[in-house]
Nanobody, 124 residues
């Protein structure tokens, strides 16, 4: 299973970006898909997660109402739609896949597969 994020870049505060994460491997279709981020000097944190069917989502409090996670299982791709971006959203964003049943989606140890990350920079 391989994940490859794209869509990051430099944007002004208030702008929008869409991150994409196509995944290879049939096994990943059954996984929870999650976006994490790591800002300079901070711990990695969950941004948004989506269940296998897309019927259940989880968001960090700081992005609720601004970010939306979606997935297209036919394309084996997960997206993160980011609106009203803030300088505080500046970070490297990582896509992850794994089985989180019985655990917390925010627990990065539950994710078997990770992408290389894509930089998002929001200027003020």
């Amino acid at each position: 299973v391989q994940l490859a994020e794209s869509g990051g870049g430099l944007v002004q505060a208030g702008g929008s970006l869409r991150l994409s994460c196509p995944t290879s491997g049939r096994k990943s279709r059954t996984h929870t898909k999650t976006w994490f981020r790591r800002a300079p000097g901070k711990e990695r944190e969950l941004v948004a997660a989506i269940s296998r069917t897309g019927g259940s989502t989880t968001y960090a409090y700081s992005v609720k109402g601004r970010f939306t996670i979606t997935r297209e299982n036919a394309k084996n791709t997960v997206y993160l739609h980011m609106n009203s971006l803030l300088p505080a959203d500046t970070a490297v964003y990582y896509c992850a896949a794994g089985s989180t049943e019985g655990g917390s989606r925010s627990d990065s140890r539950l994710y078997e597969y990770w992408g290389q990350g894509t930089q998002v920079t929001v200027s003020s």
